[in-house]
């Protein structure tokens, strides 16, 4: 009974170690990836762009202009959301280059990432125009 | 520097510029002035007044309060802006504007590089400048349109492509950049 229960524990320890190892493997395998890292920037910089206006128009529909001087918390988090903006367009651009100079991807991809890095300079132009980011 | 603005209009209040008007104001005549065209042109723009913020996120007020000055023809010039409060102005002097249906006036001053300031009698604390094309509502506008527009297709596409790609349908190239690397 005992030597049973200590096989099934060490199967079960070994099907765990094996698992972690495999998440694990495919986070490094991800984040040491300069293709993955160009990619997820570009997916970065479409859901924090979507999602600084979406916030920052809602919390100003509720609370009002005043928001920008009082700053509750919801308007914090938009207002902390376009140096993380910049960041990802810099990553997006970068990763652009990147992929042409090592062509990741498919041409359609690649055009695509460059497409993203000019929207994203824009973007981040207007923000800066607008006072959301501090030169 | 051609400073058109009458110096006492400039320091009346909306409600006595009304009573005065009526005395001492010019009134439009219904043909324009010689040259009114050619202001009406020239005063032309976008601009944003003073005493709103000019930095940090607070400039967004000031950028969605900017007025807009168009010319209307035959001489006039029509004002606009974001809330929809959009007015026609005549010329009374070289400049100078009233308020076709009220008694509101706008005087312009005029330099040799073009309009310097717009002054209205309705807000007496604040001077509006001329705004630059890069800095105007519709530039700003177009480039945040379409940069959001292009974020969400590009975020449909991938969704897209990851829903094919999952059911087993046909995928044009490797969008997701997980696939071939360096």
Known sequence: MTDRSGVENAATRAIDSSFRRLIIDGIERRITSLSWIARASGVGLCFGSIGFVLLFVSVIERG?????????????????????LVVFTLSTAVGALLAWRYRYWSLRARVHQTFLAALGVGFVWQLYSLGFIAA | MDIAWPAAASRRSPARTATKTSDST????????????????????????????????????????????????????????????????????????????GHDA???????????????????????????????????????????????????GWGVTGARRRWGGPVDGDESGTGRSE
């Open chain 1, 64 to 84: 009002g202009e005043l928001t920008l001087i009082t700053r509750p918390v919801p308007m914090r988090i938009a207002l902390a959301l376009p140096s993380l």
């Open chain 2, 106 to 156: 706008i005087a312009f001053e005029v330099g040799d590089d073009g309009v310097t300031a717009m002054h209205m009698s309705s807000e007496p604390a604040g001077v509006y400048q001329p705004v630059p094309i890069h800095e105007r509502q519709l530039v700003s506008g177009v480039v945040v349109g379409v940069s959001l527009a292009g974020f969400a297709l590009s975020l449909v």
């Open chain 2, 26 to 101: 010019p009134q439009p005549s219904s043909t324009p002035q010689p040259g009114s065209r050619e202001r009406a042109d020239a005063v032309a723009g976008e601009y944003g007044v003073s005493f709103l913020p000019q930095s940090g996120p607070l400039q967004i007020v000031d950028r969605l309060e900017r007025v807009s000055v168009e010319p209307a023809g035959n001489g006039r010039i029509s004002t606009g802006s974001l809330d929809g409060d959009t007015r026609q102005w005549v010329e009374t002097e070289p400049h100078v504007f009233r308020d076709v249906d």
